[in-house]
């Protein structure tokens, strides 16, 4: 009897035990107070209970410096770009990586941005993003001193191929986008010649240029050349303002564009400014960077802008993921990295929706060519070979051959767009380098 009660007693506690050890355990994974030292250092390895990703999987963590020329009250050009970086975070959260951002508003041109890019990198950023074209110089000049820490400068074309493996350069095939408003502009231009609101040589558009880079010149090229392909007597006026972000000299270069009998105002400089001055003019106009129908519901049609956070979510996950990224990166259309605004139905051309979903679908799959040369001439000529400006201004044979196959390759040898040619129907009122 005696045995039969110790080795009851003895089954008894052996299951006691056992229950003990299950209920540690479970308390630990629940990640309950008191299982402090069982937890993973650093506080950014537990997934919260909302995140994407596995029950107890371990999240990464990126921190990240931007570098913007402005800020998000522009409503334009860096405002697109804290869009991009938004979408991106959330992205890339809901694939278990979290983005710690550092930025920097409002940095100039100038010795500012290398400062900027220093105190990132002495911050602790991996990666430091430098979002406007004249930051460049100034980020590689820091980049060298930072092996470890991956640069980007966007819209940009010498970190590419500077010899230095930890700089990038990127941008995106806006002059499809810029095609597409040039649609839009080009039907509105026709419906008015119809209706008899304009005759055929009225059709003026004024384009309001930052500088007379080959950016700026392939934008507004093809914003040109998508006009035309649906209003034939279309012409252009470009002024250049010698800034990308100056709010008031751009709305000065508006008005005086749409007093020289510009009907339609469009834009590659960073602001509202042309916009609202359109409206208050009586032109029509399309956008850059941000939707503009809320500032100008009378005037602005449509806009065209980057969606960053495609490039953002890629390269902050190779980072992550300790992966190499691409050196020179653009994508377009193919991708989803440049993306319309929305349409302003209430003034657009009736049938606008239709043809912009048609186009757009032509120029996805390769089926229409931006600068197709069969579509303009320089000084009455059809373009044969590749031309690029020299010191002097003159036109000399570029380094490599982008005309071939009945178009001219915009975007195709390097990320940096390329086309700086002056084609007939565009008259530059000034020149601004």
Same mark, same amino acid.
């Given at each position: 009897?005696?045995?039969?009660?110790?080795?009851?007693?003895?089954?008894?506690?052996?299951?006691? /035990?056992?229950?003990?050890?299950?209920? *540690? @355990?479970?308390?630990?994974?629940?990640?309950?107070? *008191?299982?402090?030292? &069982?937890?993973? @250092?650093?506080?950014?390895?537990?997934?919260?209970?909302?995140?994407?990703?596995?029950?107890? =999987?371990?999240?990464?963590?990126?921190?990240?410096? /931007?570098?913007?020329?402005?800020? =998000?009250?522009?409503? $334009?050009?860096?405002?697109?770009?804290?869009?991009?970086?938004?979408?991106?975070?959330?992205?890339?959260?809901?694939?278990?990586?979290?983005?710690?951002?550092?930025?920097?508003?409002?940095?100039?041109? &100038?010795? @500012?941005?290398?400062?900027?890019?220093?105190? /990132?990198?002495?911050? %602790? #950023?991996?990666?430091?993003?430098?979002?406007?074209?004249?930051?460049?110089?100034?980020?590689?000049? +820091?980049?060298?001193?930072?092996?470890?820490?991956?640069?980007?400068? #966007?819209?940009?074309? $010498?970190?590419?191929? &500077?010899?230095?493996?930890?700089?990038?350069?990127?941008?995106?095939?806006?002059?499809? $986008?810029?095609?597409?408003?040039?649609?839009?502009?080009?039907?509105?231009?026709?419906?008015?010649?119809?209706?008899?609101?304009?005759?055929?040589?009225?059709? +003026?558009?004024?384009? +309001?240029?930052?500088?007379?880079?080959?950016?700026?010149?392939?934008?507004?090229?093809?914003?040109?050349?998508?006009?035309?392909?649906?209003?034939?007597?279309?012409?252009?006026?470009?002024?250049?303002?010698?800034?990308?972000?100056?709010? !008031?000299?751009?709305?000065?270069?508006?008005?005086?564009?749409?007093?020289?009998?510009? +009907?339609?105002?469009?834009?590659?400089?960073?602001?509202?400014?042309?916009?609202? !001055?359109?409206?208050?003019?009586?032109?029509?106009?399309?956008?850059?960077?941000?939707?503009?129908?809320?500032?100008?519901?009378?005037?602005?049609?449509?806009?065209?802008?980057?969606?960053?956070?495609?490039?953002?979510?890629?390269?902050?996950?190779?980072?992550?993921?300790?992966?190499?990224?691409?050196?020179?990166?653009?994508?377009?259309?193919?991708?989803?990295?440049?993306?319309?605004?929305? /349409?302003?139905?209430?003034?657009?051309?009736?049938? !606008?929706? =239709?043809?912009?979903?048609?186009?757009?679908?032509?120029?996805?799959?390769?089926?229409?060519?931006?600068?197709? !040369?069969?579509?303009?001439?320089?000084?009455?000529?059809?373009?044969?070979?590749?031309?690029?400006?020299?010191?002097?201004?003159?036109?000399?044979?570029?380094?490599?051959?982008?005309?071939?196959?009945?178009?001219?390759?915009?975007?195709?040898?390097?990320?940096?767009?390329?086309?700086?040619?002056?084609?007939? %129907?565009?008259?530059?009122?000034?020149?601004?380098?």
């Amino acid at each position: 009897m005696m045995k039969k009660k110790l080795l009851a007693m003895l089954l008894a506690l052996a299951m006691v /035990l056992a229950l003990a050890a299950c209920g *540690g @355990s479970g308390n630990n994974g629940a990640g309950n107070a *008191g299982g402090g030292s &069982d937890q993973p @250092s650093g506080g950014d390895a537990q997934q919260p209970a909302d995140s994407g990703g596995d029950a107890g =999987e371990e999240r990464k963590s990126v921190k990240v410096g /931007l570098i913007c020329i402005g800020d =998000e009250n522009d409503q $334009g050009y860096t405002y697109n770009f804290i869009r991009g970086k938004d979408a991106a975070t959330e992205a890339l959260a809901a694939k278990g990586i979290d983005v710690e951002w550092v930025t920097k508003w409002n940095i100039g041109e &100038d010795s @500012s941005c290398e400062d900027a890019n220093i105190e /990132l990198a002495e911050e %602790g #950023c991996q990666l430091i993003i430098n979002n406007s074209f004249g930051f460049e110089d100034f980020m590689l000049h +820091v980049a060298k001193d930072y092996e470890d820490i991956e640069f980007i400068s #966007c819209t940009n074309q $010498g970190s590419w191929n &500077d010899g230095l493996d930890n700089t990038h350069n990127a941008f995106a095939n806006i002059y499809e $986008g810029r095609y597409l408003a040039g649609v839009v502009a080009g039907m509105k231009l026709q419906e008015m010649i119809d209706a008899g609101t304009i005759t055929a040589d009225q059709a +003026v558009i004024g384009y +309001v240029g930052a500088f007379s880079f080959a950016e700026v010149i392939s934008g507004f090229t093809s914003y040109f050349l998508g006009a035309r392909s649906v209003c034939p007597s279309v012409t252009m006026k470009v002024q250049f303002v010698g800034s990308w972000s100056d709010a !008031t000299e751009e709305a000065n270069a508006a008005s005086a564009l749409a007093d020289m009998g510009c +009907v339609m105002i469009s834009q590659h400089s960073d602001n509202t400014t042309p916009a609202t !001055t359109a409206q208050s003019k009586g032109a029509f106009h399309t956008g850059y960077n941000n939707d503009m129908i809320g500032v100008a519901p009378e005037a602005s049609l449509i806009g065209t802008r980057i969606d960053w956070s495609v490039y953002f979510e890629y390269v902050i996950e190779a980072v992550a993921n300790g992966q190499s990224f691409d050196q020179d990166w653009c994508h377009g259309m193919d991708e989803g990295a440049v993306v319309m605004t929305e /349409l302003n139905e209430a003034i657009a051309a009736p049938g !606008t929706k =239709e043809k912009l979903a048609e186009v757009e679908e032509q120029i996805r799959s390769g089926k229409l060519q931006v600068f197709d !040369t069969s579509t303009f001439t320089i000084d009455g000529q059809e373009l044969t070979t590749a031309m690029a400006l020299d010191t002097d201004g003159d036109f000399t044979p570029d380094s490599e051959e982008a005309v071939f196959d009945g178009a001219f390759h915009e975007s195709y040898f390097q990320s940096a767009p390329y086309f700086a040619l002056q084609i007939d %129907g565009i008259e530059w009122l000034n020149s601004a380098f």
